[in-house]
């Protein structure tokens, strides 16, 4: 099993930035594929990124492409989401997930652990 938990969420004005972490523990780190989602109150899981076990491969949601980056440190067993130039839009409880396969992917029903969730709060 794998546990997750998610920091570094907080309030930020519109055009300023946001380091979140997702540290793991429990079964191998390295071997899963990670990714970020959030949700917006009365809306559905939204895809944000994902990484790739080895983070040689990362997707971006449109919304966000060219202002987050996700990463990871194995060695830590810490993925990371560097949100930049945030707008409103991106206010949401960001939720880091893992799934018991290298590839990574876009779908939140293929990933088999999730943390508990971090807020994200982005004043106008």
């Known amino acids: 099993q794998v546990q997750l938990v998610e920091s570094g969420g907080g309030l930020v004005q519109a055009g300023g930035s946001l380091r979140l972490s997702c540290a793991a523990s429990?079964?191998?780190?390295?071997?899963?594929?990670m990714g970020w989602f959030r949700q917006s109150p009365g809306k559905e899981r939204e895809f944000v990124t994902t990484i790739s076990w080895s983070g040689g491969t990362t997707y971006y949601a449109d919304s966000v492409k060219g202002r987050f980056t996700i990463s990871r440190d194995n060695a830590k067993n810490t993925v990371y989401l560097q949100m930049n130039s945030l707008k409103p839009e991106d206010t949401a409880v960001y939720y880091c997930?893992?799934?018991?396969?290298?590839?990574?992917?876009?779908?939140?029903?293929?990933?088999?652990?999730w943390g508990q969730g971090t807020q994200v709060t982005v004043s106008s």
């Open positions: 429990g079964r191998t780190f390295s071997n899963y594929a």
């Open positions: 997930a893992a799934r018991s396969f290298s590839a990574s992917s876009r779908n939140s029903f293929e990933y088999d652990y």
